[in-house]
């Protein structure tokens, strides 16, 4: 009886719904599908596989948990008053969780997570960097001193790349992006979005995984103590979303290695390169039609 509650109490917390924030308003259905069993797997090891943070002085080499780091990063947030809307795993790295394996595997690199916020000013864009940075020391090894350790001096010592975008509180992007350093260039990237009107470049990567039902699941004593097992008749809702629009479309697509998109000229750089680079991936483009009208697009937008 205690095993049937606890698993009753699992499906229960479990039901994932699409985010309510503004940038997310407009989700249809035919963008949403629930994970399998399968991809639920993948994304599981995704999560809790540690990623080698290197710092560029002597500072520890940090070994993070994605799923520890979201956790760690959206209890500060909450805590501050900084309202998550939800949490979503993003990019190639969503996209091999998508991809049926017995056709290909995605390759990834960068593990993308997207926090969708709200960013009211500019103290929520400043509290985000420092509690990403503050998380960090969660993970430094034992019997490390981390009381003269600054803000400042983590951000000098391991983060990649920083982006911040706030082109206005109307209609505007706004959105925040912070990647830590890996010296094979497998960076983990947190994204901070309150609005972003391109989401995506092509189809194959519009893929985004929200999270929360997941980390619900993750925290259940049932779980951590081994009552209740997932297994493939019996396994959590996991909803994704294709910002493509359609999400058989986009998973046909991605699985046959096809290129295809939608308003490419809103892509911004043009998509060039990621272009190229599924080429180079032995991508095709999705119609003869199409292969002329794709690759003006995609040079004239790099150029301007």
Known sequence: RLKEAAQLLIMDCCQAQPATSGDSCTINDHAMQALSYNQITKLDAVLKYPVEIHSRNNFPQLSIPPLKLVKAVKEKLVNDEVVVHDVRLNGSAASYCVCDDKTHT???????????????????????????????????????????????????????????????????????????????????????????????????????????????????????????????????????YSAYGNFSEAEYQLNNKLIRTKSPEEIRGGGLFKYCNLLSEQYKPYSCDEIETQEKNNVHSFLH
């Open 106 to 240: 995605v390759q990834y690199k960068d593990l993308d997570l997207i926090f969708h916020v709200t960013i009211r000013n500019e103290r929520d864009f400043y509290v985000i960097k420092e509690h990403v940075l503050q998380s960090l020391l969660n993970f430094f090894p034992d019997g490390i001193s981390k009381d003269r350790l600054t803000t400042c001096t983590l951000e000098e010592a391991y983060v990649h790349k920083q982006v911040k975008v706030n082109a206005g509180y109307q209609n505007g992007d706004r959105w925040s992006l912070i990647s830590l350093h890996n010296d094979e260039s497998y960076n983990l990237e947190l994204k901070f979005v309150d609005k972003m009107n391109r989401k995506y470049q092509f189809s194959s990567d519009s893929f985004q995984i929200i999270l929360d039902s997941y980390f619900q699941l993750d925290g259940l004593d049932c779980i951590q103590n081994g009552t209740v097992e997932l297994k493939d008749t019996f396994f959590p809702t996991v909803l994704a």
